[in-house]
């Protein structure tokens, strides 16, 4: 089994609640990769330096300047203060950007024509990513090994460019990618454990993967000031409607999105919750 978590921005810039999913996520056995965030951060330091955010429909639309404070905030400060806390947790972790390992390339998005604007929109440098762009060899090697990736929203294009990426699809990308990861078995023969899911037709082995969102709400909500009005099941006719009537928007569409994706293409689960309740079922599946 693989686990896939990512939290978002709210998680990071709340020192306390940080803490508390630091300490869960670290005392969660078995293989596991985090993504994280970093939006509130940026948003803040973007401001301080007299710059004005954009967002269109959840994603930041990132100029050459923009670019080099997202890069600040999310590889520098935020993952570095999160590995090191996952560190004092006895937790073994390193933190990664793309471009490190070669571990995630993204294509630089052209321009995309965006519904609600009735426009095409250049959203400057920022990356697309599926999971044909995750180095898959090279995260299992380092989970083989028990070190814990910690993924950032920053990526490369192989051209010597950064590119800042929805950390959502990241972590839908990786959980893709690591859902088919063929490997071998240590032993070097085909055999059915406790630790994989399945014997592929070439002798290798595939992980039951599964991806987890985490964030300041207990799931998906009916209402977003009411935190018991939690969504229980969600499916893609589900998912429609709720867009449709407004009720899924922003940052919550590309997350549903890529989480309907993610399950077509083999993830195992995708459960969207509070990050105080990363280790209990409480939230919302998708189905």
């Known amino acids: 089994m693989i686990k896939v978590i990512k939290i978002g921005g709210n998680v990071v810039d709340n020192p306390e609640l940080l803490r508390e999913f630091v300490k869960d996520f670290a005392a969660m056995p078995g293989m596991k990769i985090l993504v994280h965030g970093g939006g509130v951060m940026a948003s803040q330091m973007q401001k301080a ?37 996952l560190q004092a947790q006895g937790c073994n972790a390193i933190g990664l950007t793309g ?13 995309v024509y965006v519904d609600s604007l009735g426009k095409d929109i250049d959203y400057g440098y920022v990356g697309d990513v599926s999971a044909q762009s995750v180095n898959a060899p090279f995260i299992y090697s380092l989970l083989s090994r028990g070190i814990i990736p910690v993924f950032n ?28 990861y063929r490997y071998r078995s240590p032993r070097e023969v085909c055999c059915r454990c406790e630790e994989c899911t399945h014997c592929c ?18 799931g998906v ?18 998912f429609a409607q709720l867009k449709e009537e407004g009720i899924v928007a922003d940052g919550m569409i590309p997350k549903l999105t890529n989480s309907f994706k993610a399950i ?10 509070h990050a105080r309740n990363l280790l209990n079922d409480k939230g919302t599946i998708l189905i």
């Open 49 to 85: 330096m007299g710059m004005t955010p954009l967002m269109i429909e959840g994603r930041r639309v990132t100029d050459e300047a923009s670019l080099k404070v997202v890069t600040m905030v999310y590889a520098g400060w935020c993952n570095k203060n999160i590995t090191a806390m």
């Open 99 to 111: 471009a490190d390992g070669n571990a995630i390339k993204a294509d630089k998005r052209p321009p």
């Open 153 to 180: 929203a920053i990526n490369h294009d192989g051209k010597g460019n950064l590119l800042n990426t929805n950390a959502d699809t990241i972590a839908s990308s990786i959980a893709v990618a690591m859902a088919n």
């Open 201 to 218: 037709d070439d002798g290798r082995l595939t992980h039951e993967t599964d991806l987890i969102y985490c964030f300041e709400k207990d």
């Open 221 to 238: 909500l009916y209402d977003k000031d009411d935190d018991a009005s939690v969504i229980p099941e969600i499916d893609k006719e589900k």
């Open 264 to 273: 077509d293409s083999g993830v195992a689960r995708v459960v969207i919750k």
